[in-house]
């Protein structure tokens, strides 16, 4: 199926998922604040255990995703006023035309995904899920609007023909990018470098990344679960492509750019955009740090017995231990007294 692509930055009027109720669409301020608190913190009423691919399983991963629901409405974010320099570093950062993209496409493969699914409780959350994508487009198309940012036209998307692998490569798409986001952010925030305002006025899209990983993970592990031996198999052929296809999409694009050639979309923005929004310069090894804390913090809120993203912290905690160890060596290098 080809999406059209949107023919101007805002989107057209999201409907709210099936059970939202209407009261929370226009939520007061009062509201937001404790809707902000509760999609936070959150933990599932029935006490014991919750064994991975079982139905309290199930069960609790997707009243989660509902309970943790944040009402806000995109068209009523007041985008903060900034002064000439810091609206130049807002709008010369290059990921709006990506950004943009990456929820459309990631909209429709969530739905896609949701509308195969033959359990009820799954496919409401992705649905829903689906539909906060949609609102996170709605929030950047906002933004891009009040800041004077020009986008240019989206391609025409194609959703792939198998909605599971569309979910897959989405999912943890979003697990690689929203760990080094959570990083970026807070280097950001501490840095001063965008306005308070901006940083806070932005802050619920970011948990809610953190909220849809949370998801996905526990629907893989679940899933995992109730597959047969064969079609557990197959299935782990299917998240070895999608790591394969996803890091040949982003070592792709770094090649591009050491090559000179300005990608036109920066997928990497995430694990190479330190610099643009800090002016202090950070090294990978303490970004990574910051990435790794952050992680931590924004999930430590959830009931235990889900399950976390572990992939992409794993893969960041060995590549700064082997980073480590090459600093040391390089450090221990220099110490050396010069020899003739
Ligand atoms: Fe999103
Ligand atoms: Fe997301």
């Given at each position: 199926?080809?999406?059209?692509?949107?023919?101007?930055?805002?989107?057209?009027?999201?409907?709210?998922?099936?059970?939202?109720?209407?009261?929370?669409?226009?939520?007061?301020?009062?509201?937001?604040?404790?809707?902000?608190?509760?999609?936070?913190?959150?933990?599932?009423?029935?006490?014991?255990?919750?064994?991975?691919?079982?139905?309290?399983?199930?069960?609790?991963?997707?009243?989660?995703?509902?309970?943790?629901?944040?009402?806000?409405?995109?068209?009523?974010i007041?985008w903060p006023k900034l002064e000439p320099d810091a609206l130049q570093r807002l709008t010369s950062l290059p990921i709006w035309?990506i950004a943009?993209?990456?929820?459309?496409?990631?909209?429709?493969?969530?739905?896609?995904?949701?509308?195969?699914?033959?359990?009820?409780?799954?496919?409401?959350?992705?649905?829903?899920?689906?539909?906060?994508?949609?609102?996170h487009?709605?929030v950047l198309?906002?933004l891009v609007?009040s800041y004077?940012i020009?986008?240019?036209?989206?391609?025409?998307?194609?959703?792939?023909?198998?909605?599971?692998?569309?979910?897959?490569?989405?999912?943890?798409?979003?697990?690689?990018d929203s760990f080094f986001a959570f990083g970026l952010f807070e280097v950001a925030r501490r840095s001063g470098y965008f306005p308070a305002a901006l940083v806070d006025t932005f802050e619920p899209v970011i948990q809610e990344e953190a909220?849809?990983?949370?998801?996905?993970?526990?629907?893989?592990?679940?899933?995992?679960?109730?597959?047969?031996?064969?079609?557990?198999?197959?299935?782990?052929?299917?998240?070895?492509?999608?790591?394969?296809?996803?890091?040949?999409?982003?070592?792709?694009?770094?090649?591009?750019?050491?090559?000179?050639?300005?990608?036109?979309?920066d997928?990497n923005f995430t694990l190479t955009g330190s610099k643009a929004v800090s002016d202090v310069d950070i090294s990978p090894l303490a970004l990574m740090a910051v990435c790794l804390s952050e992680n931590?913090r924004r999930?430590?809120?959830?009931?235990?017995?889900?399950?976390?993203?572990?992939?992409?912290?794993?893969?960041a905690?060995?590549?700064?231990?082997?980073?480590?160890?090459?600093?040391?060596?390089?450090?221990?290098?220099?110490?050396?007294?010069?020899?003739?």
């Amino acid at each position: 199926m080809v999406i059209p692509p949107s023919s101007s930055p805002a989107s057209p009027s999201l409907e709210p998922p099936d059970q939202v109720s209407p009261d929370l669409i226009s939520p007061t301020g009062a509201e937001i604040d404790a809707a902000d608190r509760r999609a936070r913190e959150w933990v599932f009423q029935a006490s014991g255990a919750l064994p991975i691919g079982s139905d309290s399983h199930r069960d609790a991963s997707c009243r989660m995703f509902s309970d943790t629901f944040n009402p806000y409405k995109p068209s009523i974010i007041a985008w903060p006023k900034l002064e000439p320099d810091a609206l130049q570093r807002l709008t010369s950062l290059p990921i709006w035309d990506i950004a943009v993209r990456t929820e459309t496409k990631a909209r429709a493969r969530m739905l896609a995904y949701a509308a195969s699914v033959d359990d009820p409780a799954w496919r409401e959350a992705i649905g829903r899920n689906g539909w906060e994508e949609g609102r996170h487009k709605e929030v950047l198309s906002n933004l891009v609007a009040s800041y004077g940012i020009s986008l240019a036209p989206e391609p025409p998307d194609r959703l792939p023909d198998d909605p599971e692998w569309g979910y897959l490569v989405t999912g943890y798409s979003e697990c690689i990018d929203s760990f080094f986001a959570f990083g970026l952010f807070e280097v950001a925030r501490r840095s001063g470098y965008f306005p308070a305002a901006l940083v806070d006025t932005f802050e619920p899209v970011i948990q809610e990344e953190a909220r849809h990983i949370l998801l996905f993970a526990n629907w893989l592990a679940w899933h995992r679960k109730r597959l047969g031996v064969w079609a557990r198999i197959r299935f782990e052929f299917r998240v070895a492509r999608a790591w394969a296809f996803l890091a040949w999409e982003r070592i792709g694009l770094a090649r591009t750019m050491e090559g000179g050639e300005q990608p036109a979309t920066d997928n990497n923005f995430t694990l190479t955009g330190s610099k643009a929004v800090s002016d202090v310069d950070i090294s990978p090894l303490a970004l990574m740090a910051v990435c790794l804390s952050e992680n931590e913090r924004r999930f430590a809120g959830y009931d235990p017995r889900l399950l976390r993203p572990t992939t992409t912290p794993a893969l960041a905690r060995l590549a700064a231990r082997v980073g480590r160890l090459f600093w040391r060596g390089a450090a221990a290098e220099a110490m050396k007294p010069a020899t003739s």
